[in-house]
């Protein structure tokens, strides 16, 4: 009995420390989930996947366009001219935006991190945060401000292309129909002239009745037409991600600086982003 005693302490120390070394893990590993961004995180994903979604099919549908109006609208290269050179001018604005928003999420995700564990540490008083600090802060809840509005106004210019094709796509589909009881499919045409998209004078500028109908179950118009749908999405999901990280980094910003004055955090604030 005696010799078995030493056996069970050591063996019940052993236990003891086996649990508080997993025990130490454990609250390190939840010390360190807290002090994840979560908002700016998801904010950086989507911003990623709605920039990559704008941009790659973007330009996919605006070569495919220019193919379709070459083809089938603009016959006479100086008609187009101007079109191809806006075109190419799109194409470079989005070689633009995807490698600044490359960039910039990036930043953003980083800022996130620092803001996120100087406001857990402004809570629990271990350290005051800078005015520099702060300023830098504010600095990007301005930036990401403005981003948010340019990225409104893409996504409202991403849905003209859109509603052009898809009243193409209805008028085929009208012309095609069985219920339709048309005695002359050749009247009813499509005239991009009049989107201002090519010149009045560019030949032939419309295509009506049987030519229509081949443009319309083209491959050109098949893709660009569900391109550019994927493209105003990716705009949409771009924006909603500023939109996420702005309100997160405003209620950050908001945090610290009722801080930095000494006080007490108000029991109506939720947990820090």
């Known amino acids: 009995m005696d010799g078995t005693k030493p056996v069970m302490e050591s063996t ?68 187009h001219a101007t079109l191809t050179a806006v075109v190419q001018i799109m194409q470079y604005t989005i070689y633009g935006i995807a490698s600044f928003f490359a960039v910039y999420g990036i930043v953003l995700l980083a800022e996130g991190f620092y803001t996120t564990s100087a406001v857990k540490k402004e809570l629990q008083s271990e350290f005051k945060t800078t005015v520099c600090g702060r300023c830098i802060t504010a600095t990007f809840v301005f930036l990401t401000y403005i981003l948010g509005l340019a990225f409104l106004g893409i996504f409202g210019f991403s849905a003209i292309p859109v509603f052009l094709f898809y009243n193409m796509w209805t008028t085929c589909a009208a012309m095609k129909s069985p219920m339709a009881n048309i ?72 945090i610290l600086k009722f801080m930095s004055h000494g006080n007490r955090r108000p029991d109506k604030f939720s947990e820090p982003y």
Not at 26 to 42: D, M, R, T, W
Not at 57 to 71: D, I, K, P, R, Y
Not at 231 to 248: F, K, N, S, V
């Open 183 to 254: 005695t002359d499919p050749d009247s009813i045409c499509v005239d991009v002239r009049q989107y201002g998209v090519i010149p009045w004078t560019a030949t032939p500028g419309k295509a009506c009745g049987s030519i229509l109908g081949d443009i319309c179950s083209s491959s050109e118009f098949y893709l660009s037409f569900h391109l550019y749908i994927v493209a105003c999405a990716g705009a949409g999901a771009t924006l909603i991600a500023l939109l996420i990280y702005m309100m997160a980094a405003t209620y950050n910003y908001a």
């Open 12 to 79: 019940a120390e052993e236990n003891l420390e086996e649990r508080e070394e997993s025990k130490g893990c454990f609250e390190c590993c939840i010390k360190c989930l807290g002090g994840v961004p979560y908002a700016s995180l998801v904010a950086t994903i989507l911003c990623f996947s709605g920039v990559a979604l704008f941009c790659g099919c973007g330009h996919v549908a605006l070569t495919g366009t220019l193919t379709m109006l070459e083809n089938h609208f603009s016959r006479i290269t100086s008609d």
